[in-house]
């Protein structure tokens, strides 16, 4: 199973892109001008994660798998919201 | 507190956002020259002498275009194939600057300055020929690619031979490992950001030579790609001209992303010589333009 978690975590982080762009959400993140480079990218991120799945590396790092699922963890669990008129009062400082 | 660490997720998965087609096209391109290209073709067209060596490398650039994100695989596979040290290290400092689309992209960020384009592009290939000679001083500056597991070289799962399926094997293993070193440098860069935000860096702003060395050391911590960064840099109005081209010569050399990404392929040691000999230079000519009054 840990051998095919690459695989399958490059998958869903193509999903969630592809999430992010149905859902009007990207642009929370982004300029929306480089949508279509993020579409090819996730595109390319659901090739590579299927093909990891189907054919797992024989010596998966798990440093790499970590960090990723890290990354992945995160976005899903902080996710970015509409900045509201209320929001220019905050400032960290 | 959540707050903080929304801005933070959001900077940290924006700057990969931004990276990501780039090392996909890197692991890509990299994939096809492990691939299709033969160590005999490569070491066949790689002429001799440091400086040729070194020409050849910046103009590899035009041919195979990266921003700094995409090129540590690249020159990892161009290493593994026999590649000269000096001509990848030149290739490796120069194709993030020296290709078109950056070179459109400076122009447009500067608001169609060709002064600033040109001399963003001389002052990296004088960096790319400073690092080029370093490296051929160096006893092997770049790590040999592992040869750990089965035949042709990697661990991918791959069986070796050419077709899709082994691209697509060796990309993905290539995209891996420069992804996870990306996000490392993503979430320090994403966190220098709630810890600095851009009012604050603005406010330092001047000329001299201060502002070419707090220009540096933003470059160096707010990661931003070379394909974007002269937009980021023009937006500092109270920076001189020359202090913007320390942001955008030096940033696309080292970055808080690239620190984490370089340990694919080399040393602390020889990133440090690197990174030094580099900062030296875009430092100097930098302040020589300041203080010529370029673009004032």
Same mark, same amino acid.
């Given at each position: 199973m840990f051998r095919r978690l690459e695989g399958i975590l490059l998958t869903v982080y193509g999903c969630f892109l592809l999430f992010l762009m149905l859902s009007g959400r990207y642009s929370l993140y982004m300029n929306p001008k480089y949508m279509w480079l993020t579409f090819v990218s996730a595109l390319m991120l659901l090739v590579y994660g299927i093909h990891g799945t189907i054919y797992p590396p024989e010596h998966p790092k798990p440093f790499y798998t970590a960090v990723i699922a890290l990354l992945i963890i995160l976005m899903l669990a902080v996710p970015a919201r509409e900045l509201g008129a209320g929001d220019m009062l905050f400032s960290p400082f | 507190m959540y707050n903080l660490l929304q801005v933070f997720v959001i900077k940290s998965s924006a700057i990969v956002m931004e990276a990501l087609p780039f090392i996909l096209l890197g692991s890509l391109v990299s994939s096809l020259i492990h691939v299709y290209v033969s160590e005999e073709t490569v070491v066949k067209s790689v002429p001799d002498g440091v400086f040729r060596q070194i020409v050849s490398g910046i103009f590899l650039a035009l041919f195979i275009p990266s921003c700094e994100c995409g090129i540590v695989p690249i020159v990892r596979r161009l290493n593994a194939k026999g590649v000269p040290a000096p001509m990848s290290a030149a290739y490796m400092i120069a194709s993030p600057v020296i290709n078109p689309v950056v070179m459109i992209a400076t122009y447009a960020g500067f608001k169609g300055s060709a002064e600033m384009t040109l001399m963003r592009v001389f002052i990296s290939i004088l960096a790319a020929f400073a690092v080029g000679f370093l490296f051929s001083r160096l006893k092997d500056p770049f790590y040999a *690619?592992? /040869?750990? /597991?089965h035949s042709h070289g990697c661990s991918c799962g791959c069986h070796g031979g050419r077709g899709f399926k082994n691209v697509i094997s060796h990309a993905k293993d290539d995209f891996v490992q420069t992804l996870a070193y990306l996000i490392t440098g993503a979430f320090f860069a994403g966190a220098f950001h709630v810890l600095m935000p851009e009012s604050v860096i603005n406010s330092i702003g001047g000329h001299g030579a201060a502002a070419v060395a707090v220009m540096m050391v933003f470059a160096v911590l707010l990661s931003v790609c070379s394909e974007a960064d002269s937009f980021v840099a023009s937006s @500092? *109005?109270? @920076?001189?001209p020359a202090s913007m081209l320390a942001f955008v010569n030096f940033g696309p050399i080292f970055d808080l992303k690239l620190v984490f990404m370089y340990r694919a392929v080399m040393s602390n040691r020889t990133m440090t010589k690197m990174v030094l000999t580099a900062a030296a230079l875009v430092y100097a000519v930098c302040l020589l333009l300041d203080y010529a009054g370029f673009g004032v």
């Open positions: - | *690619v592992k /040869t750990e /597991t @500092f *109005v109270r @920076f001189s």
